[in-house]
């Protein structure tokens, strides 16, 4: 496996929302809310999304970029109020429409990293995010470090 | 961000709550692209439909409405395009749900905020109408792109809750297509046929789209027709906007900024110039496959369709009928369905088993839920956005011309 070794921070653009950390869901894939999701049920439900068929709630979903229309910026919202988002949002490259529903929702949220960070972290690894102070730690790696 | 004197005045709450958490929120958007101040604004574009909003969204609209006037004064001119539901034909697509309902509350809550609702699609040409080079709040994609690419105003996207801020505040955080570098062209296309129906330029705009893929790009696209016709300028864009997060484009000697090369270039290099062929389209198209399979619904939807396609529809079904099999849905603005009425393509379209259907869009009225509640798998539609969307929602879209979908309705299977 590649990628940075446990406890190294990845830094980004300065972003938005509380600092949070969780575990990591990530693939090399975009994300709009509308296009994608299963919000009632809290499931990828796009088949040719490379996480269809998996439970992003509760999880710091790290994706390549943000696609679609409007709705992300309501429905984040709605998401946080139905206890079914996402921990924290990492893309390499947001929109508006997700900066404005992140900070509508107060979801975290960054892009613009030194790396494509959807190759520097893997599913399951513990990330910490501050978007206030423009950086990502990988904690622990999944199923390397203890 | 660089704040003026009334906008520190409004962070402070000298001008209402409604003011202060609308520039509190657009600042910590602006500060996250880099914007260096905030510019004014006097049209307003507001993205509410019933379903993206969601019951939070709908109390937050409530709780501003709620607020004494002197607490929520607007600063601009703002249309919702909240479109509301048809209550006939949703007895129909969405039993036991009363959706008009839900939407009237939402009507209520923007009327006493002061937005006035519209019913047709894309507000960009019908109901308001910024300036060339002027800085507008619009809210939904294919708004924007139209404003940016084909009018030439300056916007981002601005979604519902940013543009619902722009209203108190008469103002948007200037970055991204508000700037003069970020209009440029930075990929060159050039198409080597002429898309035949609205699909097809779909299809262009969906291959741009995700080629691209980036918020940031700007295609400029040389065409072979000598200039396209809005509608089908309007089915790339938004398919630029749906597949691809793009909110701007060119298309030489046809859109107001790009009056040849280099001043969408401004003299600088963009790249090779990439083809897209007519077999690159039929490729997109046929790549959604379902052709022979039964088709449970056809949709003709996003944008709702003008009263010369509800003709053409109507013209398609005469003599004809349905397969009973299969439901044909045919989305309109209200306005639009009444003329159709007038004119007696209503009736055509009813007579031969089809459902006009005014209001929002089939993606964004409960299209999920209306497919678990019919068992619906196959839709056909025109409208490349449609099938990018409902896939998600667990369709098996084939996207295709107005003429073939018809066709598929009257034989209840997906015709080459």
Same mark, same amino acid.
């Given at each position: 496996?590649?990628?940075?070794?446990?406890?190294?921070?990845?830094?980004?653009?300065?972003?938005?929302?509380?600092?949070? =950390?969780?575990?990591? +869901?990530? *693939? #090399?894939?975009?994300?709009?809310?509308?296009?994608?999701?299963? %919000? /009632?049920?809290?499931?990828?439900?796009?088949?040719?999304?490379?996480?269809?068929?998996?439970?992003?709630?509760? =999880?710091?979903?790290? +994706?390549? *970029? #943000?696609?679609?229309?409007?709705?992300?910026?309501?429905?984040? %919202? /709605?998401?946080?109020?139905?206890?079914?988002?996402?921990?924290?949002?990492?893309?390499?490259?947001?929109?508006?429409?997700?900066?404005?529903?992140? *900070?509508?929702?107060?979801?975290?949220?960054?892009?613009?990293?030194?790396? /494509?960070?959807?190759?520097?972290?893997?599913?399951?690894?513990?990330?910490?995010?501050?978007?206030?102070?423009?950086?990502?730690?990988?904690?622990?790696?999944?199923?390397?470090?203890? | 961000?660089?704040?003026?004197?009334?906008?520190?005045?409004?962070?402070?709450?000298?001008?209402?709550?409604?003011?202060?958490?609308?520039?509190?929120?657009?600042?910590?958007?602006?500060?996250?692209?880099?914007?260096?101040?905030?510019?004014?604004?006097?049209?307003?574009?507001?993205?509410?439909?019933?379903?993206?909003?969601?019951?939070?969204?709908?109390?937050?609209?409530?709780?501003?409405?709620?607020?004494?006037?002197?607490?929520?004064?607007?600063?601009?001119?703002?249309?919702?395009?909240?479109?509301?539901?048809?209550?006939?034909?949703?007895?129909?697509?969405?039993?036991?749900?009363?959706?008009?309902?839900?939407?009237?509350?939402?009507?209520?809550?923007?009327?006493?905020?002061?937005?006035?609702?519209?019913?047709?699609?894309?507000?960009?040409?019908?109901?308001?109408?910024?300036?060339?080079?002027?800085?507008?709040?619009?809210?939904?994609?294919?708004?924007?792109?139209?404003?940016?690419?084909?009018?030439?105003?300056?916007?981002?996207?601005?979604?519902?809750?940013?543009?619902?801020?722009?209203?108190?505040?008469?103002?948007?955080?200037?970055?991204?297509?508000?700037?003069?570098?970020?209009?440029?062209?930075?990929?060159?296309?050039?198409?080597?046929?002429?898309?035949?129906?609205?699909?097809?330029?779909?299809?262009?705009?969906?291959?741009?789209?995700?080629?691209?893929?980036?918020?940031?790009?700007?295609?400029?696209?040389?065409?072979?027709?000598?200039?396209?016709?809005?509608?089908?300028?309007?089915?790339?864009?938004?398919?630029?906007?749906?597949?691809?997060?793009?909110?701007?484009?060119?298309?030489?000697?046809?859109?107001?900024?790009?009056?040849?090369?280099?001043?969408?270039?401004?003299?600088?290099?963009?790249?090779?110039?990439?083809?897209?062929?007519?077999?690159?389209?039929?490729?997109?198209?046929?790549?959604?496959?379902?052709?022979?399979?039964?088709?449970?619904?056809?949709?003709?939807?996003?944008?709702?369709?003008?009263?010369?396609?509800?003709?053409?529809?109507?013209?398609?079904?005469?003599?004809?009928?349905?397969?009973?099999?299969?439901?044909?849905?045919?989305?309109?603005?209200?306005?639009?369905?009444?003329?159709?009425?007038?004119?007696?393509?209503?009736?055509?379209?009813?007579?031969?088993?089809?459902?006009?259907?005014?209001?929002?869009?089939?993606?964004?009225?409960?299209?999920?839920?209306?497919?678990?509640?019919?068992?619906?798998?196959?839709?056909?539609?025109?409208?490349?956005?449609?099938?990018?969307?409902?896939?998600?929602?667990?369709?098996?879209?084939?996207?295709?011309?107005?003429?073939?979908?018809?066709?598929?309705?009257?034989?209840?299977?997906?015709?080459?």
């Amino acid at each position: 496996m590649s990628g940075p070794d446990a406890g190294v921070a990845i830094r980004g653009h300065v972003g938005i929302g509380p600092a949070v =950390r969780g575990i990591a +869901l990530v *693939a #090399a894939d975009d994300f709009s809310t509308r296009y994608d999701l299963d %919000r /009632d049920r809290g499931v990828f439900s796009r088949p040719s999304h490379k996480l269809f068929g998996e439970s992003y709630v509760g =999880r710091i979903l790290v +994706l390549n *970029a #943000a696609k679609g229309g409007v709705a992300s910026a309501w429905m984040l %919202r /709605d998401m946080v109020t139905m206890e079914k988002a996402p921990l924290a949002l990492l893309l390499n490259d947001a929109n508006p429409v997700m900066a404005q529903g992140a *900070a509508f929702a107060n979801l975290p949220l960054m892009d613009r990293f030194e790396g /494509d960070i959807t190759q520097a972290v893997r599913t399951g690894d513990l990330l910490y995010v501050d978007p206030a102070g423009g950086v990502v730690t990988i904690e622990r790696r999944n199923g390397i470090d203890g | 961000m660089k704040l003026s004197s009334l906008e520190l005045a409004m962070l402070d709450g000298a001008h209402g709550r409604a003011a202060q958490w609308a520039i509190e929120y657009q600042q910590r958007v602006g500060e996250f692209f880099d914007a260096a101040d905030f510019v004014p604004v006097r049209l307003v574009h507001i993205s509410t439909d019933r379903e993206t909003i969601g019951d939070s969204g709908l109390r937050f609209i409530e709780e501003l409405a709620e607020m004494p006037p002197a607490e929520r004064k607007p600063r601009a001119s703002a249309f919702a395009d909240f479109r509301g539901f048809d209550e006939e034909a949703f007895r129909f697509l969405l039993p036991g749900r009363d959706l008009a309902g839900e939407s009237e509350q939402a009507v209520t809550a923007l009327g006493r905020l002061g937005i006035a609702a519209s019913h047709a699609y894309v507000n960009d040409h019908s109901v308001t109408a910024p300036a060339f080079g002027e800085a507008c709040g619009y809210s939904g994609t294919p708004s924007v792109i139209y404003m940016n690419s084909f009018v030439g105003a300056r916007c981002n996207f601005e979604a519902g809750p940013s543009t619902l801020a722009a209203f108190f505040t008469g103002r948007v955080p200037r970055y991204g297509f508000h700037l003069n570098q970020a209009r440029r062209a930075t990929h060159a296309i050039r198409l080597d046929f002429t898309p035949k129906h609205v699909a097809e330029w779909g299809a262009v705009g969906a291959i741009i789209g995700r080629k691209l893929n980036s918020y940031w790009s700007v295609p400029a696209i040389e065409v072979a027709a000598a200039r396209p016709a809005v509608l089908s300028l309007n089915h790339m864009a938004l398919n630029l906007a749906s597949y691809g997060s793009i909110a701007m484009c060119h298309v030489i000697g046809v859109t107001p900024e790009a009056p040849d090369w280099q001043s969408v270039t401004a003299g600088q290099r963009i790249g090779t110039l990439d083809t897209i062929t007519r077999k690159d389209v039929r490729d997109f198209l046929d790549s959604w496959g379902g052709v022979g399979e039964a088709v449970d619904v056809v949709a003709l939807s996003t944008p709702q369709l003008g009263i010369v396609e509800i003709g053409e529809v109507a013209e398609l079904l005469a003599g004809r009928k349905v397969h009973p099999d299969t439901t044909l849905l045919v989305y309109a603005p209200r306005e639009v369905k009444q003329a159709a009425a007038a004119i007696g393509y209503a009736k055509a379209i009813a007579d031969a088993g089809g459902l006009l259907v005014h209001g929002h869009d089939f993606f964004a009225t409960f299209a999920k839920e209306i497919r678990e509640s019919h068992g619906w798998q196959r839709l056909m539609t025109h409208s490349v956005k449609v099938a990018n969307i409902c896939e998600g929602y667990g369709y098996k879209p084939t996207p295709a011309s107005i003429r073939r979908c018809i066709d598929s309705a009257v034989a209840g299977k997906v015709l080459p």
